[in-house]
């Protein structure tokens, strides 16, 4: 395969996070949307009229067979992940999974089991970590400005009345209440992708405790839904804390990384990294100074953010198109991945051990 | 005969009902998502003691729950459709929802369906401006530069076309301007947009197709009930209509004070090329929310007519007048907005 050859892509899964998909392709050079494809054929063909696809299908295999497709987008709910792979691989198709990867960390090795013995690559939409900050971040951290990690903090924000939020609240069959560990094993992937390629090899101690905040009851099995989630885990000598929090306000989106040199904070919501300093001046000056150094910090994040804005790269999904543009590119030259596969396997290792404890009569299976 | 009223719970849905009671309809099934929902048909049961009303809750995205509920009803109202929430889920509220009705109601025979489909069908953008727009205007042929409720309501229309070719049932469609009512929204895009806590008044002086929530009903429950519609589509406005500038004048004067910013159309087409070659160029940096082709739908002025449902026998129950100071009236009881 060329450089320059256009990839045929495909979407199984017509859903709402497949508009986000079919928005990045819309604008990805290099490669095509040519064709959607949903067991609900009414919702295959909105997907494929409102971004100028001409072509839409409601069994995969018929798009496997008629479309030639170079990379087929998962979006389905995790359940049939494993199965709808196996079909795509088997077809000579790389595959792109939304997260969860699977329900359980041993479907998720078979999962890339399967990829591999096939010969084709698979990557999971992680995209907040190929957001600007935090390609950022990993620069800082590439350079030595953190020093070693001593302890990370990741907090995820969640809307139980925003407009996904509302849509598993108010159905009790929606495919997110129907998973062993619900709403947190849909969302705690990006809280654990950011805490475990901070972390030495090796599984990590995993020490969770969620509860439930809201007071209403539904009367259904939406009851049944912990809100909130702190999770406390060490490896090696970097401790790190975990916070899934439906309630405070804002909603917010952060990483914290404690190093031996530096403390960095990562704002993905407002697209900041800022670098805490240990102080150099004396006595009164030591405490006067910092906050204008702070300011000075974020007025710099606020301008490249305006040039990022400017060369128009400033888009809700800007770290999709960055991370496709990255896997995309190792398909082409057979180059590395832009997520290892042991990174994805370790944070659904880490997510069983998490829902083992939270939900300890669920079982593996939804 | 039996009704079955789909959306029963709804704005409009509540005033179906009501209206068939008041044309002496005794026996309704009335279908709603959730029986939390039905406290305003609890309240409308109350004063029809003699009548049987039956309040059923279905999700219309489970075909199982369905047929039952069909079977045995003479006559389906279908006015459920989703109103928000993102294309997906619109999509399966208001079109695979259709769609999984139209399957019940085809192993049912002898059903009369009765659709309140919407003026969003319309193909607008085409016509020139100040166009009468009446049942023969053709239906949308690029949905895709739409909004994403009046797709899913064109793709709900042609469905129940499609099955209406196929099967031997009668089929009456309605399709409403602009509903309004105690209960409503306040405005409708026809009149302008709130923008960061300004109203922009996009309207002008364009003829809104406004239909009061009682008579639109009203003209539902007169189509349905009147055998010779079968196959029909008829467009649903009332008399005396207002201009969006009329609307918002009085809007000022009875419900709230309120700043205004008037924006010309040709002013606002030009904004829309700007903002659609931007959103463009920017790889979907700021989402395209106005393009010319939206403008011009929603902001470029037509003519209507309600000639055709007169013809049937429709009058409106309630003046314009009377309507929109009963409106504004319950607009003015509203408590505040707490966001």
């Known amino acids: 395969m060329t450089q320059e050859q256009e990839l045929r892509v495909g979407i199984v899964g017509c859903g709402k996070i497949a508009d986000g998909h079919a928005e990045v392709l819309n604008f990805l050079p290099g490669a095509k949307l040519v064709a959607v494809c949903d067991r609900e054929i009414l919702l295959a063909e909105q997907l494929a009229v409102r971004f100028g696809v001409t072509r839409w299908y409601d069994d995969l295999a018929a798009m496997l067979a008629a479309e030639n497709l170079d990379v087929v987008h998962i979006t389905t709910p995790p359940a049939v992940h494993l199965a709808l792979t196996r079909q795509c691989v088997e077809a000579g198709a790389h595959v792109f999974l939304e997260k969860p990867l699977t329900l359980t960390a041993p479907e998720s090795a078979e999962l890339i089991a399967t990829v591999e013995e096939h010969g084709r690559k698979m990557s999971i939409n992680y995209w907040p970590n190929f957001d600007p900050p935090a390609m950022h971040f990993k620069q800082l951290l590439a350079e030595g400005t953190i020093g070693d990690v001593v302890h990370v903090e990741a907090f995820i924000g969640y809307d139980l009345s925003g407009a996904y939020g509302q849509a598993l609240m108010g159905d009790p069959s929606h495919w997110v209440n129907r998973l062993p560990g619900k709403l947190f094993q849909n969302m705690m992937d990006h809280i654990f992708n950011r805490i475990v390629p901070l972390f030495p090899a090796g599984d990590p101690e995993v020490h969770a405790y969620a509860y439930k905040r809201r007071p209403a009851m539904m009367g259904n099995a939406t009851d049944e839904l912990l809100d909130e989630l702190r999770v406390v885990m060490k490896s090696g000598t970097v401790s790190a804390y975990g916070t899934l929090c439906s309630h405070a306000r804002p909603v917010a989106n952060t990483m914290k990384v404690y190093g031996t040199k530096n403390t960095v904070e990562v704002d993905f919501n407002l697209r900041t990294v800022i670098v805490a300093k240990s102080q150099s001046y004396p006595s009164a000056i030591g405490r006067l100074v910092p906050p204008f150094q702070m300011a000075s910090q974020f007025l710099a994040a606020g301008r490249r953010n305006l040039v990022a804005f400017r060369r128009n790269e400033f888009q809700f999904f800007a770290g999709m198109s960055t991370l496709l543009e990255l896997f995309y590119a190792a398909i082409r030259t057979g180059g590395p991945l832009p997520i290892p596969y042991e990174e994805i396997l370790s944070v659904a290792r880490v997510m069983d051990d998490v829902i083992g404890q939270v939900y300890p009569n669920k079982g593996g299976a939804a | ?339």
């Open chain 2, 1 to 339: 005969m039996k009704i079955l009223i789909t959306g029963a719970g709804g704005f409009l849905g509540k005033v179906i009902v009501e209206r068939l009671l008041q044309h002496g309809e005794t026996d309704l099934r009335a279908m709603v998502r959730d029986t939390s929902k039905a406290e305003g048909l609890r309240d409308i049961a109350s004063r029809y003691p003699g009548a049987n009303i039956e309040i059923v809750a279905v999700n219309l995205r489970h075909p199982a729950e369905i047929l039952p509920v069909v079977q045995g009803c003479d006559v389906v109202i279908h006015a459920a459709a989703a109103l928000k929430g993102s294309a997906a889920e619109m999509f399966m509220d208001s079109v695979v929802a259709s769609r999984n009705l139209l399957d019940a109601i085809v192993q049912v025979s002898g059903i009369r369906v009765v659709l309140v489909s919407s003026f969003g069908v319309f193909g607008v953008a085409v016509l020139d401006r100040f166009a009468l727009v009446d049942e023969r205007t053709p239906l949308e042929d690029r949905p895709q530069n739409r909004d994403i409720y009046s797709y899913s309501k064109l793709r709900q229309e042609q469905l129940f076309w499609e099955y209406r070719a196929k099967h031997p049932f009668e089929l009456v469609v309605l399709r409403p301007g602009v509903i309004y009512g105690p209960g409503g929204g306040h405005f409708s895009t026809r009149v302008g947009l709130n923008l960061f806590g300004v109203f922009v008044h996009l309207g002008g002086s364009n003829a809104l197709p406004l239909t009061y929530v009682d008579n639109c009903a009203e003209a539902i429950v007169v189509a349905a009930l009147n055998p010779a519609t079968d196959g029909q589509v008829y467009n649903v406005i009332d008399d005396e209509l207002l201009t969006a500038s009329q609307y918002l004048r009085q809007y000022k004067k009875q419900v709230k004070p309120m700043r205004s910013i008037p924006v010309p159309f040709v002013v606002m087409m030009q904004l829309s090329r700007l903002v659609e070659r931007y959103s463009t160029r920017s790889k979907g940096q700021l989402p395209a929310i106005f393009t010319p082709y939206k403008t011009r739908v929603m902001w470029g002025g037509n003519r209507f007519s309600n000639a055709k449902l007169k013809s049937i026998g429709w009058q409106p129950i309630i003046s314009t007048k009377d309507a929109l100071a009963a409106t504004f009236a319950a607009f003015r009881a509203e408590p505040p907005k707490l966001k």
